[in-house]
T-cell receptor
């Protein structure tokens, strides 16, 4: 079975400090990978997605960046955090190329999340 | 992008039925998803609709009308553990098959 891990679970960082959040997926190959941010009481905002190693698409211009050094590893980084970067960061994966009315609708499976507080 | 609208909050009694509506606007509809998210936790997949009609999974059902840009999630025999936020998400083929756009979520509170 597939599992997705994120760490750390919680993080408190000062403004201007760097950030590195890591996500790994087990039990599948060549997944699509995603980074979302969810601010308090808000919906999920897609930040980055990746369809393969080294392939990153950015959805929102900001001071964050993402990298995919290995097939099942996705990293979210920042050189200098802003107060507005606080939120709940979620990594997700999906299967490539399966369609249908059953469970394989390319739904995304989410990791446990990292709660980031920037002070 | 896609405009996805769903009510902010709903309250219902244990054992009752609640219907959460979702309307969307998209140029290349390619599937609608419902997720459940308990406070402080990650969203979990509930249902997927790509064709018109009703999909039933136990106490949860999801309906889609593509011509109306409308879906609903029906929760039957409500239990206290159903108190959560329910997220509607749409996939648009023109935005890329890999991406979902999420609504802000509907917080459902189940009362005894």
């Amino acid at each position: 079975s597939q599992t997705i891990h994120q760490w750390p679970a919680t993080l408190v960082q000062p403004v201007g400090s760097p950030l590195s959040l890591e996500c790994t997926v087990e039990g599948t190959s060549n997944p699509n990978l995603y980074w979302y941010r969810q601010a308090a009481g808000r919906g999920l905002q897609l930040l980055f997605y990746s369809v393969g190693i080294g392939q990153i698409s950015s959805e929102v211009p900001q001071n964050l960046s993402a990298s995919r050094p290995q097939d099942r590893q996705f990293i979210l980084s920042s050189k200098k955090l802003l107060l507005s970067d606080s939120g709940f960061y979620l990594c997700a994966w999906s299967v490539v190329g399966k369609e249908g009315r059953d469970n394989w609708g390319n739904e995304q499976f989410f990791g446990p999340g990292t709660r980031l507080t920037v002070l | 992008g896609q405009n996805i609208d769903q009510p902010t909050e709903m309250t219902a009694t244990e054992g009752a039925i609640v219907q959460i509506n979702c309307t969307y606007q998209t140029s290349g509809f390619n599937g609608l998803f419902w997720y459940q998210q308990h406070a402080g936790e990650a969203p979990t997949f509930l249902s997927y609709n790509v064709l018109d009609g009703l999909e039933e999974k136990g106490r949860f059902s999801s309906f889609l009308s593509r011509s109306k840009g409308y879906s609903y999630l029906l929760l039957k025999e409500l239990q206290m553990k159903d108190s959560a936020s329910y997220l509607c998400a749409v996939r648009d083929v023109w935005a890329g098959d890999y991406k979902l756009s999420f609504g802000a979520g509907t917080t459902v509170t189940v009362r005894a």
